[in-house]
């Protein structure tokens, strides 16, 4: 499929403007325009919302601590040592292999838990190289009230 072409609008060449000539525009059966989509991040297709739902699912299970408490969702962003993601990411890793040939697992953990927790892992890992690089931990975004649970 051309890439020039959007499943929502044509997109031609902009050329009301001298400086923006070679840039195209999307045009909507509507008459709306719009710059293109060439470039640009694409969080829809880039991503898969099953995935982020199962592993948003995960890190909801496993928000309550030993001592019965619950930590916040992005607990995490404090600060985790690198080589704790290392060594937790390997465990996972080789826990997932086995769980992929049929072997037995600790805590008879399921293949997609195994790998949310290598995506906990590579995330954490990712996010502190990140984060020195950038210096932002994201901890402006004040915490949200916890809502209580309801059950049906």
């Not at 609008?9 to 195209?24: K, N, S």
């Not at 989509?37 to 909801?60: A, D, F």
């Not at 020195?132 to 975004?141: K, L, T, Y």
Request: glycine share 6%; charged share 30%; net charge negative.
């Amino acid at each position: 499929m051309n890439e020039r072409i959007e499943q929502h609008g044509d997109i031609v060449p902009h050329y009301d403007d001298p400086r923006t000539e070679h840039m195209l525009m999307r045009i909507f059966p509507t008459g709306a325009t719009r710059d293109d989509n060439i470039g640009k991040l694409n969080p829809v297709r880039g991503l898969s919302i099953q995935v982020e739902e199962c592993y948003l699912n995960y890190l909801g299970r496993h928000r309550r601590q030993k001592d019965g408490s619950l930590r916040d969702w992005d607990n995490w962003k404090r600060g985790i040592d690198v080589e704790a993601y290392r060594e937790s990411l390997s465990r996972h890793v080789r826990d997932a292999v086995r769980a992929s040939m049929g072997l037995p697992v600790p805590e008879d953990a399921s293949l997609k838990d195994l790998l949310c927790a290598i995506r906990f892992n590579t995330d954490g890992w990712l996010f502190e190289l990140l984060a020195a690089e950038s210096g932002n931990r994201e901890e402006a975004i004040p915490a949200a009230p916890e809502t209580p649970e309801v059950s049906a």
